[in-house]
């Protein structure tokens, strides 16, 4: 069956180091979004991609960066990480036709201490 | 901007009882999509139902229900015969340019035995 996956599940990490969060997915969809969540402010899109070497910013993306060198992949990657940054990442995927509906990986919960 | 709001953050409900979640949004698109996705503790999102704009009648599935007013941007989700499986977060999205989502954030819903 097709699917989302994201690596690691679980990271704790340093402030200032580089942190990168994986994204993979088996549907073959040409759109690929990264999220965050925190308490109190639902969902919120860090960057986007709509197809390979398209990259796009969303409304948070400062301190984040991403690339997307294939169909499958949008990997997601802290310069250098910081407590602000401390949060449950969602990576999601969809075809880009009706209804637009998007597919979410399971998260991953990073902390930075 | 495009925005949506879910202005309760917390609802309970008495098991087998209806529970309706309030969301509103502003959008300027002429064509765009809702949808309410779940959040159970395991942090899966899980897609719930969606609504088309273009689209009068509103969405049904199974024991979900929503109430949607497009002059009055507002889409609300009906819970019939509650059930403890219910209990989880719900959001309520917004397509913004087509493939992107607006989330709001998040109503906790508790289900009482």
């Known amino acids: 069956d097709a699917e989302i996956t994201q690596s690691p599940r679980h990271k704790i990490t340093e402030t200032g180091r580089q942190v990168t969060l994986a994204c993979h997915q088996t549907?073959?969809?040409?759109?690929m979004f990264w999220y965050r969540q925190d308490l109190g402010h639902g969902l919120r899109l860090i960057h986007y991609?709509?197809?390979?070497?398209?990259?796009n910013k969303g409304e948070v993306s400062d301190g984040y960066s991403v690339s997307r060198s294939n169909t499958e992949d949008l990997p997601l990657t802290l310069e250098s990480a910081a407590s602000s940054q401390t949060s449950v990442y969602f990576c999601?995927?969809?075809?880009?036709?009706?209804?637009?509906?998007?597919?979410f990986g399971p998260g991953t919960r990073l902390t930075v201490t | 901007a495009q925005t949506v709001t879910q202005s309760q953050p917390e609802m309970s409900v008495q098991e087998a009882e209806t529970v309706t979640l309030s969301c509103t949004y502003d959008?300027?698109?002429?064509?765009?999509?809702l949808f309410w996705y779940k959040q159970p503790p395991s942090r899966q999102m899980i897609l719930v139902i969606r609504?088309?704009?273009?689209?009068?009648q509103n969405a049904t599935e199974n024991r979900f229900s929503v109430n949607f007013q497009k002059a009055a941007k507002s889409f609300s989700l009906k819970i019939s015969d509650s059930q403890l499986g219910d209990a989880a977060m719900y959001f309520c999205?917004?397509?913004?340019?087509?493939?992107?989502?607006?989330f709001g954030t998040g109503t906790r819903l508790k289900v009482l035995a």
């Open positions: 999601a995927s969809s075809t880009g036709q009706h209804p637009y509906e998007q597919y």
């Open positions: 549907w073959n969809h040409n759109n």
């Open positions: 991609s709509y197809g390979v070497q398209d990259t």
């Open positions: 959008t300027s698109e002429s064509d765009y999509y």
């Open positions: 609504q088309e704009a273009y689209k009068q």
């Open positions: 999205a917004s397509t913004s340019g087509t493939y992107k989502y607006i």
